[in-house]
T-cell receptor, first 112, second 115 residues
Framework: AQSVSQHNHHVILSEAASLELGCNYSYGGTVNLFWYVQYPGQHLQLLLKYFSGDPLVKGIKGFEAEFIKSKFSFNLRKPSVQWSDTAEYFCAVKDYGQNFVFGPGTRLSVLP | NAGVTQTPKFQVLKTGQSMTLQCAQD?????MSWYRQDPGMGLRLIHY???????DQGEVPNGYNVSRSTTEDFPLRLLSAAPSQTSVYFC??????????????FGPGTRLTVL
């Protein structure tokens, strides 16, 4: 069965620092890839998604992610984080005809 | 569109009590699912449905029942609540399980505490 790992459990950054959150999934084929964000006390919201085409995907709020098929990875990046980016970030994978599989999440704390 | 709605937002139960968490969506999505979110474990799939009248088990189905009598509604029933079921529950929906171009939309969640 598909599984998703996220490299960091908790990341602490200062404002304006660059961010990279790692995500790997267990096996390939045609997959859809997602990053969701959960702000404190809120529900999950879609940050960005990859279905096909350009492996560099741009999302909302200045986030982007790069799909590297050979590494089964879909890392999330942002050049300069803000305090308002403090949240939990979930990577998710969906195989055709299968359920979504979520990673365990990475908590990001941005210090003002 | 209201999107995905869940009620209640908060609930406290005693061990052994039963209750139903409500979920509804107005996007005419075929696929609906229930997850539980626990610290450090991400979201784990409890049950899902690919359409009215069709449900199936996910990763952690024990202690929960679901039904899907309409496209819009997908209630989750706790048969006999246990402290291990203390969690935050999210309902989600998407266009179709089989569709390749797909994303899930989440409800606001229900925070359940079982004493």
């Amino acid at each position: 069965a598909q599984s998703v790992s996220q490299h960091n459990h908790h990341v602490i950054l200062s404002e304006a620092a660059s961010l990279e959150l790692g995500c790997n999934y267990s096996y390939g084929g045609t997959v859809n890839l997602f990053w969701y964000v959960q702000y404190p006390g809120q529900h999950l919201q879609l940050l960005l998604k990859y279905f096909s085409g350009d492996p560099l995907v741009k999302g909302i709020k200045g986030f982007e992610a790069e799909f590297i098929k050979s590494k089964f990875s879909f890392n999330l990046r942002k050049p300069s984080v803000q305090w308002s980016d403090t949240a939990e970030y979930f990577c998710a994978v969906k195989d055709y005809g299968q359920n979504f599989v979520f990673g365990p999440g990475t908590r990001l704390s941005v210090l003002p | 569109n209201a999107g995905v709605t869940q009620t209640p937002k908060f609930q406290v139960l005693k061990t052994g009590q039963s209750m139903t968490l409500q979920c509804a969506q107005d996007m005419n999505h075929e696929y609906m699912s229930w997850y539980r979110q626990d610290p450090g474990m991400g979201l784990r799939l409890i049950h899902y449905s690919v359409g009215a009248g069709i449900t199936d088990q996910g990763e952690v189905p024990n202690g929960y029942n679901v039904s899907r009598s309409t496209t819009e509604d997908f209630p989750l029933r706790l048969l006999s609540a246990a402290p291990s079921q203390t969690s935050v529950y999210f309902c989600a929906s998407s266009y179709s399980r089989g569709a390749i171009y797909n994303e899930q939309f989440f409800g606001p969640g229900t925070r359940l505490t079982v004493l």
